[in-house]
């Protein structure tokens, strides 16, 4: 992975439009180097996620919007590492807000209210560059990806990761909603994903190709596991399960294992009871 320096504005990829990247000051084991924020364009300007609330990091942003003033504020999700700090950035830039209102529920940020309602197809049009909303429901349901349309860039938040993959986040996640979700992708003509975290990849089909392959490759797991353990409570399961991850990662992993559990359930592929899950007659 490339190394870029936290708070420097550093290219993206060979663009027309310059896209900047600025690395959030936030490393640790979910965020990887740190949350990706993005600056977009020469003259009327959108940053996308500029991640949680920090002094320094909204200096640097406005460092790097400089004169030209910021037009509108980009979010791909409400979650803490995203989108805290669009608030203190437009209180100093007058910017407006684009993205969805957080979730009822816990874990979202709850001040993030977008100027107005956005919805999947909505396109920006920012005069020398257009981005186009796409509604990307799987990690949680209020999550946006923004197609940069002049340069078929897209920013895919924690949608898809550069590295690792997302967390699926039950109830308000689904596994279902987020392998349609990548399908959907597949359909479009990208040419570079630029995710919320990790670096710039770009061979964006065989990513989501790879991507739709873990996970169903994951469930299969799910299926044998339960077909060699027999009726298993979610504490044995995950370790069988996730036997390739580290430890201190289990707690996330056992929510994406839910995630496929709901998945099998709604399928009529795996049934729930006294909080053992059960295989099926059909996949045994």
Known sequence: MTVFEPGLPTPVA??????????????????????NSYLIGCERLCLIDPGPINDLQLDNFLTAIGGTGLEYILVTHTHGDHSPASIPLRDATGAELIGMAAPEV?????????????QHGDVL????????????PGHVSNHICF??????????GDH??????SVILPPDGDMGAYLDSLRYLQTLE??????????????????????????????QKVVDCLLQLGPSEMDSLVL?????????????????????????????????ESNLYVLTKEDE
């Open 106 to 118: 816990e874990g979202n940020d709850k001040s993030f209210i977008p100027n107005r309602l956005w």
């Open 125 to 136: 049009d920012c005069g020398e560059y257009s981005i186009k909303l796409l509604h990307t």
């Open 240 to 272: 069988s399960v996730y036997d390739d991850v580290a430890t201190h990662l289990i707690p996330w992993a056992k929510r994406t294992l839910l995630a496929h559990l709901i998945k099998l359930e709604r399928e009529g592929r795996v049934t729930l």
């Open 160 to 165: 898809v990761l550069q590295g690792t993959t």
């Open 14 to 35: 060979d663009t027309t439009i310059p896209v900047l990247r600025i690395l959030g000051r936030n490393p640790g084991p979910m965020t990887g180097p740190g949350t």
């Open 190 to 219: 990208l040419s570079y994903l630029a995710p919320g975290h990790g670096d710039i990849m770009g061979r964006p089909q065989e990513e989501l190709k790879n991507l739709i392959t873990h996970r169903l490759n994951r469930e």
């Open 147 to 156: 197609l940069l349309e002049q340069e078929k860039l897209l920013f895919t």
